[in-house]
């Protein structure tokens, strides 16, 4: 199994910054991408962004595109989000996952970092 321990939201005003971090653990594993997801409140859950682990590819959705940045530390197994300009139509809850290829084929889900941002 893989756990996936999410830290970095809080409650920011409009136009500010967050890093959100999701740090994975586990007896052992490997990752093939890293992706988060957001759900706004009273919404479905949706894409933000997703970066792969074993080369520099990095996607993002458009309503994030040039203003969040998503990164990785390979040796520490390690994955952030950069958030900048900030909008409350950010306010969610981000959630990262990882896909694996050990010990299985599969994803596994982090619990969630509460994000809101006031105007």
């Known amino acids: 199994q893989v756990q996936l321990l999410e830290s970095g939201g809080g409650l920011v005003q409009t136009g500010e910054s967050l890093t959100l971090s999701c740090e994975a653990s586990?007896?052992?594993?490997?990752?093939?991408?890293m992706t988060w997801f957001r759900q706004p409140p009273g919404k479905e859950r949706e894409y933000v962004a997703d970066?792969?682990?074993?080369?520099?590819?990095?996607l993002y959705s458009d309503s994030v595109k040039g203003r969040f940045t998503i990164s990785k530390d390979i040796v520490n197994n390690k994955g952030y989000l950069q958030m900048n300009n900030l909008n409350p139509d950010d306010t969610a809850i981000y959630y990262c996952?990882?896909?694996?290829?050990?010990?299985?084929?599969?994803?596994?889900w982090g619990q969630g970092t509460q994000v809101t941002v006031f105007s």
């Open positions: 996952n990882v896909a694996t290829s050990i010990p299985r084929t599969g994803v596994f």
């Open positions: 586990g007896r052992a594993f490997r990752i093939i991408a």
């Open positions: 970066i792969a682990w074993e080369d520099d590819g990095a």
